[in-house]
């Protein structure tokens, strides 16, 4: 295990630019206006040969506990209570204020080191406010630049002797494996539209309020990934997740503010980094088109979709209920019929373990490489049941087809006179290879491969 470094402040004073530039990657989402971050956020972060895990978290803000900047500080409390050490961020162009003060008096009663950080320090600006910070009472503070990176060795040095003693002996590798390794962490992406219980359904998983909840719609803004274990009660194993919260996804006509396309820009993302996708629906509005287009979305960037019904033990009607959206599923993902469909239950975690065994076996399904010999089996077989038409009396030669890739499964077709293939006998091989070879409802792709006429005419 990594240390852990927290990262805490007031609203707007660049932790989010802060955990940008440790992490060395833009993950968390920046805007000027404050209150961006809302859960907590996680990275790997290496500096100058210290590494550790680093902490980004919503701002410190003195509201009630029952308010959403309430809930967001409770948050950052229960973040601190596994750190190894804390950084905390001030704006020292905007001096020290009450909340400062505020957030000083708590960290000083805790347990875990403290690195004081005076932000936005370049140039003469910042010089008043580095000095006022004295007076908290946490030591030198570090003059840094999180947008400039300006202050890296002198962070490093107040870091060190916290961390050094804490590394790890070996130095920390990512073991992942190859695209076929079944044996990593599940990615496994949560989306859906604004309020259908996303966070609520991750938080039942983990067993604790890891994640931001409550009765406002879209408090999700950045994709939040969490490492996470599952025993099967079935069999008892163990098997290792990556769970991924999303922000909520309207229609496109409806996002014109710029921090919710931000958001959903970056759950789209999320979908790009997952490798099964759970849509998750909420039993109480039923299947929306928005819902669709969230699902073809999935389908075409080549995930493994599972669409799960959430709220399913305040659903009325529920056998008319499920047999709507399932009808409703094959006629709107018409080149994917029978994605996993599964009722389930955040609140009560009704049908959360068949959710992620259906997860575990669509993965095994999108990974799946068939040997060529069964593939050209397949195929000949498939020819033989419906050979290819010959438009304008001009056969269509399908010689032989092969496995290029995983996924999603993706095959090569060669033959001639390829460009006349209707796309009808294309669905026909698709819907034959998944239902015959077992793919069952992963995307599968057919690529189509002609060899190059050498009497053909050079431009």
Do not use: C
């Amino acid at each position: 295990m990594l240390p852990q470094v927290i990262i805490i402040g007031r609203p707007n004073v660049g932790k989010s630019t802060l955990f940008n530039r440790l992490v060395g990657k833009k993950l968390a989402l920046v805007d000027d206006q404050p209150g961006v971050t809302r859960d907590r956020r996680v990275g790997d972060a290496e500096l100058l040969g210290l590494d550790f895990t680093i902490v980004d978290t919503a701002g410190w803000e003195d509201d009630d506990p029952e308010t959403l900047p309430g809930r967001m500080r409770a948050q950052t409390e229960a973040a601190l209570e596994g750190a190894d050490a804390a950084l905390f961020v001030i704006d020292s162009r905007a001096g020290i204020t009450p909340l400062d003060e505020e957030i000083a008096r708590w960290l000083r009663v805790s347990q875990v080191p403290v690195v004081l950080l005076a932000n936005k320090a370049e140039g003469r600006a910042g010089e008043s406010g580095m000095l006022e910070s004295y007076a908290l009472g946490l030591g030198e503070p570090i003059g840094f630049s999180a947008e400039h990176g300006e202050g890296l060795a002198d962070l490093f040095e107040g870091l060190r002797p916290i961390l050094e003693p804490l590394q790890p002996p070996e130095p920390f590798e990512d073991e992942g494996g190859d695209e076929e390794d079944l044996s990593g962490p599940l990615k496994l992406a949560i989306v859906g539209r604004p309020n259908a219980g996303k966070s609520t359904l991750i938080n039942r998983l983990l067993g604790e309020e890891r994640l931001l909840t409550g009765p406002e719609a879209g408090i999700t803004r950045d994709s939040i990934a969490i490492d996470w274990n599952w025993t099967d009660p079935a069999s008892g194993e163990d098997r290792a997740i990556k769970l991924i919260d999303t922000a909520g996804m309207r229609k496109r006509a409806r996002v014109t503010d710029k921090l919710e396309k931000l958001s959903v820009a970056d759950a789209k993302h999320a979908i790009d980094f997952a490798e099964v996708v759970v849509l998750l629906l909420d039993a109480t509005l039923g299947l929306e088109h928005q819902d669709l287009k969230i699902a073809s979305q999935a389908l075409e960037e080549g995930r493994a979709l599972i669409i799960a019904i959430n709220k399913w033990d305040v659903a009325e009607d529920a056998s008319a209920l499920f047999n709507g959206i399932r009808h409703a599923l094959d006629e709107g993902l018409a080149q994917v019929r029978g994605v996993p469909l599964l009722a389930v239950s955040a609140r009560t975690g009704k049908g959360l373990d068949d959710m992620l065994r259906a997860a575990f076996e669509t993965r095994e399904n999108w990974s799946r490489r068939v040997p060529t010999s069964a593939l050209n089996r397949w195929f000949d077989d498939a020819m033989a049941a419906n050979p290819p038409p010959a438009p304008g009396g001009k056969r269509i030669k399908l010689r032989y087809i092969t496995q290029a890739r995983t996924r999603p499964p993706t095959f090569v077709v060669f033959g001639t006179r390829l460009d006349m293939l209707p796309t009808s006998y294309e669905r026909y091989l698709v819907n034959s290879l998944r239902r015959e070879l077992g793919f069952g409802s992963v995307p599968v792709r057919i690529n189509l491969k002609s060899p190059k006429n050498p009497f053909a005419k050079k431009k």
